[in-house]
T-cell receptor
Framework: AQSVTQLGSHVSVSEGALVLLRCNYS??????LFWYVQYPNQGLQLLLK??????LVKGINGFEAEFKKSETSFHLTKPSAHMSDAAEYFCAVTMNSGYSTLTFGKGTMLLVSP | DVKVTQSSRYLVKRTGEKVFLECVQDMDHENMFWYRQDPGLGLRLIYFSYDVKMKEKGDIPEGYSVSREKKERFSLILESASTNQTSMYLC???????????FGEGSRLTVL
């Protein structure tokens, strides 16, 4: 079984501040982990993914995430928020074992103020 | 550019109507998915298909059915729409067992 918990349904930051969106997972086998972003009235697009290579993963738009097995975490960070980062962010997990579908977290809405 | 196209962005239907949501992908992907998105609940998997004419139930299949007659097309069917099926429906496709999902822009369905 696999599941994802995103802490905080809403996160507010000021433009230029650090962005930290939290994701914890549970998986019975080594996981593949993903972060997706959804801008208003659009589908989801991939930000970055972890597939058991480097534990620090860099994605698009300056985002990165670190896989920490001991903490079962995959938190998303960006050093300096931009107004255009305002969107909903979803963490997702799938098992690195045979065929498995993606399980999504409930999402975190990032609000960026000037 | 890779593309997943959902036929309708916005639909309004009446209770009891039969509803078809169509999805087409142009990436020759094996796998296709239908998710439902509701505020505070994230994305929940309705059905998926990993081959033509194959289908598998996801987490919330009740009240829905699907059809995949061609590799590029995956349809979601609501046999008798109900108000609790008012939601955003997202189609996605992927290649391989743990591949990245590519999403369409979504179909927002309102059932009155």
């Amino acid at each position: 079984a696999q599941s994802v918990t995103q802490l905080g349904s809403h996160v507010s930051v000021s433009e230029g501040a650090l962005v930290l969106l939290r994701c914890n997972y549970s998986s019975s086998v080594p996981p593949y982990l993903f972060w997706y972003v959804q801008y208003p009235n659009q589908g989801l697009q991939l930000l970055l993914k972890y597939t058991s290579a480097a534990t620090l993963v860099k994605g698009i738009n300056g985002f990165e995430a670190e896989f920490k097995k001991s903490e079962t975490s995959f938190h998303l960070t960006k050093p300096s928020a931009h107004m255009s980062d305002a969107a909903e962010y979803f963490c997702a997990v799938t098992m690195n074992s045979g065929y498995s579908t993606l399980t999504f977290g409930k999402g975190t809405m990032l609000l960026v103020s000037p | 550019d890779v593309k997943v196209t959902q036929s309708s962005r916005y639909l309004v239907k009446r209770t009891g109507e039969k509803v078809f949501l169509e999805c087409v992908q142009d990436m020759d992907h094996e796998n296709m998915f239908w998710y439902r998105q509701d505020p505070g609940l994230g994305l929940r998997l309705i059905y998926f298909s990993y081959d033509v004419k194959m289908k598998e139930k996801g987490d919330i299949p009740e009240g829905y059915s699907v059809s995949r007659e061609k590799k590029e097309r995956f349809s979601l069917i609501l046999e008798s729409a109900s108000t609790n099926q008012t939601s955003m429906y997202l189609c996605a496709s992927s290649q391989g067992a743990t591949g990245e999902l590519f999403f369409g822009e979504g179909s927002r369905l309102t059932v009155l």
